[in-house]
């Protein structure tokens, strides 16, 4: 579980999110992100990329709050998810609440599957089926992924 509420009250305030999750078996993860935009010239992205197999139930709910007075607000929500078997479950709730004009903000959310075009292509190279999905998780998770984790990812997602 992760529970995150940030308040950006002075203007011009920054909060830049970017987070991953890899659940392989039976995990259980629930995220809530509640961004309040309460000033002026506020700047706020959410990044959040996750893959869900085996039996694993994730659960995205993001909220950006911008106030009557948080004119010229910049606010971004992203949640991409893959899928890998029939019993893992994602549900996905991003959701914006605006009182001010004047913002640009934008949210949304995917949940899909590997691309079976890609993992063709990729095996029509010479590149065995696990290497070609393997590599297609490692490039979906590639944003969200923290300088110097590279190699702990990759690991993770071999082991899969």
């Not at 995150?4 to 659940?23: M, N, R, S, T």
């Not at 995990?27 to 959410?46: D, F, G, N, Y």
């Not at 659960?59 to 607000?73: E, K, N, S, W, Y």
């Not at 029939?86 to 009182?99: C, G, N, W």
Request: overall charge negative; proline content about 4%; hydrophobic content about 40%.
């Amino acid at each position: 579980r992760l529970d995150i509420a940030i308040d950006l009250c002075g203007p011009g305030a920054e909060a830049h999110l970017k987070g991953l999750y890899l659940c392989k078996a039976d995990e259980k993860v629930r995220i809530k992100v509640l961004m309040h935009h309460r000033a002026p010239a506020c700047r706020s992205t959410q990044l959040f990329n996750g893959i869900a197999g085996g039996e694993a139930d994730v659960r995205f709910d993001g909220t950006i709050v911008v106030a009557p007075d948080a004119r010229q607000t910049e606010a971004f929500q992203e949640n991409h998810n893959i899928v890998l078997t029939e019993s893992a479950k994602v549900v996905t709730k991003p959701q914006l609440e605006i009182y001010a004009d004047d913002v640009k903000c934008s949210h949304g959310a995917t949940v899909g599957q590997l691309s079976q075009d890609e993992i063709f292509y990729m095996r029509s190279r010479g590149i065995p089926e696990k290497e070609a999905k393997t590599l297609q998780m490692l490039s979906f998770l590639s944003p969200v992924i923290p300088a110097g984790r590279e190699e702990e990812v990759e690991k993770a997602i071999r082991s899969w």
